[in-house]
């Protein structure tokens, strides 16, 4: 039973902190998430009582912790339907799409292959692949997204051809929070013999995911935006592409042994991509994460989530001073202007009244073209929020006028 | 002026929001020209400046930029044009040490005042900044110091 009352008693960031003087509400949950005590008890366990190094000692301490490492990559590969050789641990979304481009892009795209994406794209998903390009002379290429932002399927088999060697984009995106169909893309991009990368950063903490049902050959994504702790993340790579792709760095841990001639001899996948000591805490604290939003349930965080953007949509959609920009989107991302405002004021107001959202061009820079502004403000829900903390929102949107913006100051 | 009264201070923010001083492109006979575009914030503008003789004769500015910034780079242009580099630079000083909430005679900046109380929403000193380091920067430029 979904209770989010209960379920906001598990996080400290919900329980009496204020911003501005006023209750705090937060909405910017597409750039991180809270953390439950548990989470946080994890991490804080590992400095005060598990304190030692995976894969190094031969005493109890090491081992126990090792264990645990390994027992936060099967929760990683359970989560996401994966086997755990397949998860590379690494420091977030962005280092394991960066990966993806250096160890398997700068090695196998060749001059005239192309990158497939989308003009919705977060930088993390779309720098590295530039740069993939301009080291192979590979070509990139974007599907035209849909008037309303949306990728259509029709708009991707159109895009599609045999020089495309990769497609890489989010299955929900960080600005629009469309749900793409990565399922039935996966399948097209196969049949013309191109590989297909997931940038997860936005999908895995909001809908179920499966990379062995959708068939899609890289997945990235972060556990801070899942409840879990920063600096950690997850790659998954199909096996044989692990198997091929070069790590982005080497170091201890990565080599089954090396000798003076400078051969190198790295180890299996996923262990040749983790060199140096990880942020081990944090892997701990993944886990710990995944647990949590596991025991409520992904169908039911969706499900609620849906049921409070319909709630937050309906009492904004007939506002004349506000123009949203993705009202068809499933999730919970709300992505809209005060009219005559610009986005930073009215979030610098928003904030004064106690409330984070986000206003910028939330690292998709080229998306902003499309949507014929410089900027916009985005609201994020998850399954904490509520629909009281909704209201005040509403009222806030409702009252805004750019007097009260510039009143900030005095 | 009465600085104790917000409604004044207000109109003038308004005021050179709604119709900003000196906001275009510059053009050939500007000779110099910064671009700001922060990396923390959205505004992107640009501001030129013609310094001939230790004197700055022109500033405009274009680009987007918020309420605070368009208002406080507005204002600035109004301020500082037809002003000797050596008052221009003890005039930005006087402002820098207002946003730092120092202990300071307000009088010689005019408008600029309407910023004075900026500080308390800390993140967008930026915002009432942007304009003025711009400026800080091309006297700088104009004088060689600029690396």
């Not at chain 1, 989010?4 to 996080?11: A, E, G, L, M, T």
């Not at chain 1, 919900?14 to 006023?22: A, C």
């Not at chain 1, 062995?212 to 096996?239: I, M, N, Q, R």
């Not at chain 1, 965080?301 to 709630?311: D, F, G, S, T, V």
Request: aromatic fraction near 10%.
């Amino acid at each position: 039973m979904f209770d989010v009352n209960k379920i906001r008693q598990d996080f400290p960031m919900l329980n009496g902190k204020t911003m501005q003087g006023k209750p705090l509400i937060y909405f910017d949950n597409a750039a991180t998430t809270f953390k439950p005590q548990t989470v946080i008890d994890t991490v804080v366990k590992y400095y005060t009582e598990q304190t030692a190094n995976v894969h190094r000692g031969d005493y109890d301490l090491s081992y126990q912790v090792s264990e645990g490492y390994e027992a936060a990559r099967e929760t990683v590969a359970r989560f996401i339907n994966a086997q755990p050789r397949e998860v590379v641990l690494t420091s977030g979304a962005s280092a394991a799409l960066n990966l993806v481009a250096y160890g398997w892009g700068q090695k196998f795209l060749k001059p005239g292959d192309v990158i497939l994406s989308t003009e919705a794209e977060h930088a993390s998903n779309i720098l590295p692949w530039f740069k993939a390009a301009e080291v192979t002379g590979a070509i990139f290429e974007y599907i035209p997204l849909a008037q309303n932002g949306e990728l259509t399927l029709e708009n991707f088999k159109a895009a599609m051809h045999s020089k495309v060697k990769v497609v890489t984009l989010a299955n929900i995106t960080n600005v629009l929070g469309y749900v793409a169909p990565i399922k039935e893309m996966a399948k097209i991009a196969h049949e013309y013999g191109a590989i297909i990368v997931v940038d997860g950063a936005q999908g895995v903490p909001h809908i179920a995911t499966d990379v062995e049902d959708w068939d899609v050959d890289y997945l990235a994504f972060s556990a801070h935006k899942l409840c879990g702790p920063t600096g950690v993340g997850a790659l998954y790579g199909k096996y044989e592409l692990l198997q091929q792709m070069d790590p982005f760095m080497l170091g201890g841990g990565s080599n089954a042994r090396f000798d003076i001639c400078g051969n190198i001899l790295l180890k299996n996948p996923p262990y040749k991509f983790e060199a140096g000591t990880p942020a081990i805490e944090a892997v701990l604290g993944f886990k710990a994460a995944i647990d949590y939003i596991s025991a409520i349930g992904m169908e039911n965080i969706m499900a609620y989530e849906h049921e409070l953007r319909k709630y937050l949509m309906s009492q904004i959609k007939d506002m004349e001073h506000i123009t949203i920009y993705n009202p068809e989107a499933a999730t919970g991302i709300i992505t809209f202007n005060v009219k005559d405002i610009f986005a930073q004021d009215a979030a610098s107001y928003i904030n004064s009244q106690g409330i984070a959202v986000r206003a910028g061009n939330h690292c998709a820079k080229i998306l902003m073209d499309m949507l014929q502004t410089s900027e916009t403000i985005r609201a994020s829900l998850y399954f904490y929020n509520t629909k009281e903390e909704i209201d005040h929102f509403v009222q806030v949107i409702r009252e805004i006028t750019l007097e009260k913006c510039v009143d900030l100051f005095f | 002026m009465d600085i104790t009264d917000p409604m004044l201070l207000r109109q003038i923010i308004m005021d050179h929001y709604q119709y900003p001083r000196n906001k275009h492109a510059g053009d050939a006979h500007h000779n110099h020209m910064i671009h700001m575009a922060s990396e923390s914030c959205i505004d992107d503008i640009k501001v030129w400046a013609t310094i001939e003789n230790d004197k700055i004769t022109d500033i405009c500015f274009d680009g987007v930029a918020c309420t605070i910034s368009t208002a406080s780079t507005s204002i600035l242009t109004e301020l500082l044009k037809g002003k000797s580099i050596e008052e221009a630079r003890t005039l930005i000083d006087r402002y820098f040490d207002m946003i730092d909430l120092k202990n300071v005679d307000l009088e010689p900046l005019e408008e600029a005042i309407a910023f004075y109380q900026v500080g308390k929403q800390a993140n967008r000193i930026k915002c009432a900044t942007i304009g003025w380091n711009a400026m800080k920067q091309i006297i700088e430029e104009s004088e060689g110091k600029h690396d």
